[in-house]
C-alpha cells in the first residue's frame, strides 16, 4: 500500500470509535505535532545520529502497524473516512523519512579538512604558462632554475612548496584506504529508514531523494570550484579543477568500498542507486564547470588545458565503471562531447604557440642579444617543449585526431615546426643586427644553439623523439659558429704575429702592435656571456689554443723580446680564460 508523499492532510479529529481508530489519532496527534515543530531538533535523528526521538519514531511505525494490520475495511463510511486518513498519516510519515535520510550524516570529512582548506588557499604559485611574463621568469630564476613550475595536480615541486603534501598525498589511491570516510551510525540510520520506506510502499520517494543526497566527502572539494575560484585566474580555476577531478574520481570508488564494508541491513537494496545518483549528481557537476572552459583558444592557457584534458580521459574510464544503462549513456556522451571540445581547443592553442614563436617581433637591442647570451624567446620556446613534451601521448592523440595529413600531427611534428621557426627568426632578426658587431654574431647564435641542444637532451623523450640527425646537424652549426667567431674577433689579433716582419719595422713595434690589438680585443670580448659553462670552457681552450702558440712562436723567432714582454705565455691563457663571463662594463664596448 503507497501514498503521495507531501504534507499530510489529516482529517477533522472524531471520537474514536474503535482501537485502531484510538490508535491513529493519537499518532495522528504526534505526526501533526512534529509537523509544526521546524527546526534541527524536531526530528526523530539528528545530523549525526547521536540522537533519537523515540516518541515520534513510535508514531511513525504505529501508523505503519496499522497500515499492516489494514483495520477499516470498506464499505463502511466511517471505516471509509478512517482509511482516508490512514493513507494520509502513511504519506506524511514516508515524507518525514524521506527528511530524515536528507538531514542524516553518513560521510565523514573531519580528515580532509585540512587539504580542502590549504587546496582553497594555495597561491598559484609559478604558472605554467606557454610564455612566462618576466615577473614569472624571475620568479622561476629565484627558485633555482627554469622549467620548475608548480605541478598542475596540486602537487610541490621543486619551484615551489606554496601546495601541501597532504593535498598530493590525496591523488594516492592508497592514501584512501587508510581514511574513514563513513559514519557507521548514519548508515545505521540509513537501514532504520530504508526498512520503514519500503514498509509504506514509498521507495520510488526515496530513490528520488538521492540525487540530493548529502556528501560532505565530495562536496567540500567541490566548494573549491564553485566559492573559492569566483575570484580566482582562469589558470588557478583549472588546476584546481584537474586536482579535484582527481580526487573525487578516487574518493568516489573508496566511498563504496568503505559503504559495502558496513553491516548489511534494510539499505543495502538501495546503496548501488544511492552511490550512483552521488556520483552522477557530482560528476556531472565537474562536466558542467569544464565545458564552461571549451571556448577558451589563448594559447597561453595550453598546458593548463591539457591537464584538464587529461584529468579528465584519465578520470572517465573508472567513473564509467561505476554506472550502467541510461546512466552511464548520459556519463559517457557528455564526457565524450566535452573532451572533443577541449581538443579542439587545444589545437587551436598549439597553432598559436607556433605562431608566437615564427612571428615574433624580437627587439634586437636587448642585453642578451648584444652580450651574445640566450634571447629569451629561445628561453621561452625551449620551456614551451619541455613542458608539451609532458604530455606527448595526448597531444599525439589530439593533433593525430584533426587529420588532413598535416605534418603537424603529432608532438614531434610540432616541436620540429617550432625550433625551425625559432631558429629562423634568430637568424633572420637578431644575428642579422649583431652583424655590425664583429664576432658577436657568430657568437649569440652558437649560444642559442647550444642552449636548444642542451634543453632537448635533458626534456624527458625528446631527444628521441627528434632523432640523432637533428642533433648532428645542429652541433655542426655549432662548430661553425664557434670557428667564424673565433675567426672574426680573435683571428686579426693572431694574424699580426703572422705577417713577415719585413717591411713592417722592428720586432718590438709588431710585438707592441700585437699587445694593444690584445688587450682591445680582450677588454670588448670580456664582456660577452656564454651561460653554458661546458661551451664556456671550450671556447676558452679553442681561443688559447689559437693565440698562445703562435704569441710564443713568435717569440721564439725573437728572443731577444723575452726580457721586455708585456704578457707571457701564461698571463695570455688567464686573460683567455677569464672570457665570456658576462661582466657588466661600458655599453660603449657592447
Not at 598549439?350 to 628561453?379: D, F, Y
Request: charged share 20%; net charge neutral; with cysteine.
Amino acid at each position: 500500500m503507497g501514498a503521495a508523499v507531501g504534507k499530510p492532510a489529516f482529517g477533522v479529529a472524531v471520537a474514536p470509535k474503535s482501537q485502531a481508530e484510538e490508535r491513529l489519532a493519537l499518532a495522528e496527534h504526534a505526526l501533526l505535532q512534529w509537523t509544526r515543530s521546524p527546526g534541527a531538533d524536531a526530528g526523530i535523528w539528528d545530523a549525526d545520529a547521536s540522537y533519537t526521538n523515540r516518541g515520534l519514531l513510535a508514531a511513525v511505525d504505529e501508523v505503519l502497524l496499522l497500515a499492516a494490520e489494514d483495520p477499516f475495511p470498506f464499505p463502511a463510511a466511517a471505516a471509509a473516512s478512517a482509511r482516508l486518513r490512514l493513507d494520509s498519516a502513511v504519506g506524511a510519515a514516508a515524507s518525514r523519512m524521506v527528511e530524515e535520510f536528507l538531514r542524516v550524516r553518513v560521510w565523514n570529512a573531519s580528515r580532509l579538512r585540512g587539504a580542502v582548506h590549504r587546496l582553497s588557499l594555495a597561491s598559484t604559485g609559478l604558472s605554467l604558462l606557454v610564455f612566462p611574463s618576466a615577473g614569472e621568469r624571475a620568479s622561476s630564476a629565484g627558485t633555482g632554475g627554469e622549467g620548475e613550475v608548480d605541478a598542475s595536480d596540486g602537487s610541490r615541486s621543486r619551484a615551489s612548496s606554496g601546495v601541501p603534501y597532504d593535498v598530493a598525498d590525496l591523488l594516492d589511491a592508497e592514501v584512501w584506504d587508510g581514511l574513514d570516510l563513513i559514519c557507521p551510525a548514519g548508515v545505521s540510520v540509513l537501514h532504520e529508514i530504508a526498512l520503514r520506506i519500503v514498509r509504506a510502499g514509498c521507495t520510488e520517494e526515496l530513490v528520488r531523494a538521492f540525487a540530493n543526497a548529502p556528501c560532505n566527502v565530495l562536496d567540500s572539494f567541490l566548494s573549491i570550484l564553485r566559492v573559492e575560484c569566483s575570484q580566482q585566474t582562469a589558470e588557478a580555476v583549472i588546476k584546481r579543477w584537474t586536482t579535484v577531478t582527481k580526487i573525487i574520481g578516487k574518493a568516489i570508488v573508496a566511498m563504496r568500498r568503505q559503504l559495502y564494508a558496513q553491516n548489511p541491513g534494510a539499505f543495502d537494496g538501495f546503496r548501488d542507486e544511492y552511490l550512483l545518483a552521488i556520483a552522477e549528481n557530482r560528476i556531472l557537476i565537474l562536466l558542467d564547470f569544464a565545458n564552461g572552459f571549451t571556448s577558451i583558444t589563448s594559447h597561453e592557457k595550453l598546458v593548463y588545458m591539457l591537464g584538464m584534458y587529461e584529468a579528465l580521459a584519465d578520470a572517465a574510464p573508472s567513473l564509467l565503471l561505476l554506472f550502467s544503462g541510461a546512466r552511464k549513456q548520459l556519463i559517457a556522451e557528455r564526457t565524450q562531447g566535452i573532451l572533443m571540445k577541449l581538443a579542439g581547443a587545444i589545437r587551436v592553442m598549439v597553432s598559436g604557440v607556433m605562431a608566437k614563436i615564427q612571428g615574433e617581433c624580437m627587439s634586437p637591442r636587448t642585453p642578451s642579444a648584444a652580450a651574445g647570451g640566450v634571447h629569451p624567446l629561445a628561453r621561452d620556446a625551449m620551456t614551451c617543449v619541455e613542458l608539451l613534451a609532458r604530455h606527448r601521448t595526448t597531444l599525439d592523440l589530439i593533433l593525430a585526431d584533426a587529420g588532413g595529413g598535416d605534418e603537424r600531427g603529432s608532438l614531434a611534428g610540432v616541436v620540429s615546426d617550432l625550433i625551425a621557426g625559432l631558429e629562423h627568426n634568430l637568424q633572420g632578426r637578431l644575428a642579422v643586427a649583431c652583424a655590425d658587431a664583429g664576432g658577436s654574431r657568430h657568437l649569440f647564435l652558437a649560444n642559442n644553439i647550444s642552449f636548444v641542444l642542451s634543453r632537448v637532451a635533458d626534456a624527458d623523450g625528446v631527444a628521441a623523439m627528434l632523432g640523432a640527425a637533428f642533433a648532428a646537424r645542429r652541433r655542426s652549426r655549432l662548430e661553425q659558429h664557434l670557428a667564424s667567431y673565433a675567426a672574426s674577433s680573435w683571428g686579426p689579433v693572431v694574424a699580426l704575429l703572422d705577417t713577415p716582419v719585413c717591411g713592417r719595422g722592428k720586432p718590438a713595434k709588431i710585438l707592441a702592435e700585437f699587445n694593444a690589438a690584445f688587450t682591445r680585443t680582450r677588454d670588448s670580448e670580456v664582456c660577452r656571456e656564454v651561460p653554458d659553462p661546458v661551451l664556456r670552457a671550450v671556447l676558452r681552450h679553442a681561443l688559447s689554443d689559437m693565440v698562445v702558440p703562435a704569441y710564443c712562436a713568435f717569440l721564439q723567432k725573437q728572443p731577444k723580446l723575452w726580457k721586455s714582454v708585456r704578457y707571457t705565455a701564461d698571463d695570455l691563457a688567464e686573460s683567455l680564460s677569464e672570457l665570456f663571463e658576462g661582466e657588466v662594463t661600458d655599453a660603449r664596448k657592447i
